[in-house]
Structure formats: C-alpha cells, structure tokens
C-alpha cells in the first residue's frame, strides 16, 4: 500500500475506460477517495460504481470545482489523463490539431491554474500528467498527436521545477503502446510501432504506483524508453535516421 494515498482526495479524467480507469480502480484500492470523470456518462458512471468512487461527467479541463466539491474541498492529486490520440500529418486539418492542443495540452493548464491556489497555500499536492512516450520521443503517422504530447510533457516539466520547492509533486507518465481502445484507433502504425510491446493499463497504474512511492518525475512503464530518450539526446541525427527508417518501413507496407 502506498501510505500517502489512504484518504486522499483523487481526481482522474478520461476515467471511462483504459488507463483512466485503471488508475481510478488503483488508487481506490490503495485507500483514496476517487472523482471518476469522463465526458461519456455511462461509462463514467460505472466505474464509479464499481470502485465506490464519484461519478462527474464533463469536459475534464473544466471540472475542478465540481470535483472539489464532491471530495468536501480538497483535491490531493489530480491525474489528467484524458486525451486523444489524433492521427495525420501537417495537412491535417486544422480542427483535428485545435483539438489534440486543447485536450492534450491546454486541459491540464486549465487544471492546474484551478487548483495552484489551494495546493501553494497549504504547501502539498499531486498533480500527475500521462503523456505518452510520444512526448518524449515522437510517433510516426501522428503529428498533431506527437507535438500535443510535446506539449503536455513540456508543461509537466515546467510545473514540477517551478513549484517543487513548494510542495507541489508531479508526476509524467511516458507509456508506449497500453492496450485501449486508443491503440486500437492507432491503426498500422501503431501495429508496427506499439502493439509488439503493448501492456495492459493495470502496469501504467503499477508504474505510478512506484513513481509516487519513489517520488520520481518521470515514471517509464516500459523501462526502454529511457534508454530511446538517451540515444535520441545523445546523438539527435543518428536518432532520427533510424525513425526516418521506421517510417520508412510503415509507408512501404501501405
């Protein structure tokens, strides 16, 4: 049992469903009193049920007040978890990339600048980002989706060197391929890339499990993309020849 997690306040978005909902079961196992959101009701509402948890339907970017309020005030870690995996190039259309910027990114912005105030006034709080080891690497055939995922590391990043000092922990999830319904939508990019070392969502939940535990930054459910991030740092050229080479590999079996 993670100690710090028996009676918490706990806030996970995009709960419906794949690792949402398996870090809601984790922490309701480990002690927490868990805020269930998703914008499907049905979905939301079950896991809910399942885990004793509170159900609150909505746009996770919006949804502070009301989960503070169902959690009698206080929100001890917030998770956001919510995303969407928008595939395409450059020539995506420009809605497709509004809305992975505003899901992916400006989501946890809006959280965080709801909950700042509390957290720094009583000096502690959690706020945990999954990111996708997209955002530390990239992912071929998914620009809006990589340059999001960028994005919600970067602002991870910058929320844990500013306020640590303060009490304020973050943690960035970096998961490969999980087996949800969004690698399923990945189609056969993610077949070539995610799916030969695809985990189950309960492993990410296990991984931040030892994350908080550890009170470590970055949590790598696979172990190797610390290793991929290092090459990609070490020698950025090398790096991104042998991704050219991968997609490569994806447009030839088109």
Not at 57 to 69: F, K, L, T
Not at 121 to 146: D, H, K, N
Not at 162 to 191: F, N, W
Not at 215 to 232: I, K, N
């Amino acid at each position: 049992m993670v100690e710090a997690m028996q009676g918490a306040g706990v806030v996970v978005t995009g709960a419906g469903g794949g690792i949402g909902a398996a870090l809601a079961r984790r922490f309701a196992a480990e002690g927490a009193r868990v805020v269930v959101n998703d914008l499907d009701a049905g979905k939301v509402k079950a896991v809910a049920d399942e885990i004793g948890g509170i159900a609150v339907v909505g746009d996770a970017s919006r949804i502070v007040a009301e989960a503070r309020d169902a959690l009698d005030g206080t929100v001890d870690v917030y998770c956001a978890n919510a995303g969407v995996g928008s595939g395409g190039s450059e020539a995506a259309d420009e809605s497709v990339w509004a809305l992975a910027w505003d899901v992916n990114v400006m989501a946890h912005v809006r959280a965080a600048h709801a909950l700042l105030p509390d957290w720094l006034e009583r000096g502690g709080g959690r706020f945990v980002s999954t990111v996708s080891a997209a955002g530390l690497l990239t992912m071929i055939g998914a620009a809006p989706y990589s340059v999001s995922k960028h994005g919600a590391y970067a602002f991870a990043e910058w929320l844990s060197l500013t306020y640590r000092h303060r009490g304020v922990k973050v943690h960035a999830i970096c998961p490969q391929g999980v087996r949800t319904d969004m690698l399923e939508a990945t189609g056969s990019a993610g077949d070539l890339v995610l799916q030969p070392t695809a985990i189950e969502p309960e492993a990410v939940a296990d991984a931040l499990m030892k994350g908080i535990e550890e009170d470590r930054f970055l949590v790598l459910p696979h172990p190797e993309v610390a290793a991929y991030y290092q090459a990609r740092a070490a020698d950025p050229d090398r790096w991104m020849t042998n991704m050219n080479h991968l997609q490569q590999k994806w447009e030839t079996a088109q």
